[in-house]
Nanobody, 116 residues
Framework: QVQLVESGGGLVQAGGSLRLSCATS????????MAWYRQAPGKQRELVAR?????????ADSVKGRFTISRDNAKNTVTVYLQMNSLKPEDTAVYYC????????WGQGTQVTVSS
């Protein structure tokens, strides 16, 4: 069964940090580029960061230098992380993970709220 479960969100003050986790089930994720996305109220979902199976990364300009994506390819599963530092109020959104082609059904996401 293909499934994505995000966790680690919360309420943090501007300048703070959070680490998000994405637990996956289903072998398909081991051979795919993974990504974090976010959706703020009233806005479209946007790509935040991507990581290939080989560990190459790229980031949206708005988070470059502040966020770090990583992945742990265990035997039968993949866990994807997003370390978020120097958080800003404009980072407030629901954060989701998926493949870079948005292959899987979306999980429930994890809410990140940054207060000023």
């Amino acid at each position: 069964q293909v499934q994505l479960v995000e966790s680690g969100g919360g309420l943090v003050q501007a300048g703070g940090s959070l680490r998000l986790s994405c637990a996956t089930s289903g072998n398909i994720f081991r051979i795919n580029t993974m990504a974090w996305y976010r959706q703020a109220p009233g806005k479209q979902r946007e790509l935040v960061a991507r990581i290939t199976t080989g560990g190459s990364t790229n980031y949206a300009d708005s988070v470059k230098g502040r966020f770090t994506i990583s992945r742990d390819n265990a035997k039968n599963t993949v866990t994807v992380y997003l370390q978020m530092n120097s958080l800003k109020p404009e980072d407030t959104a629901v954060y989701y993970c998926n493949t870079d082609t948005q292959f899987a059904n979306w999980g429930q996401g994890t809410q990140v709220t940054v207060s000023s």
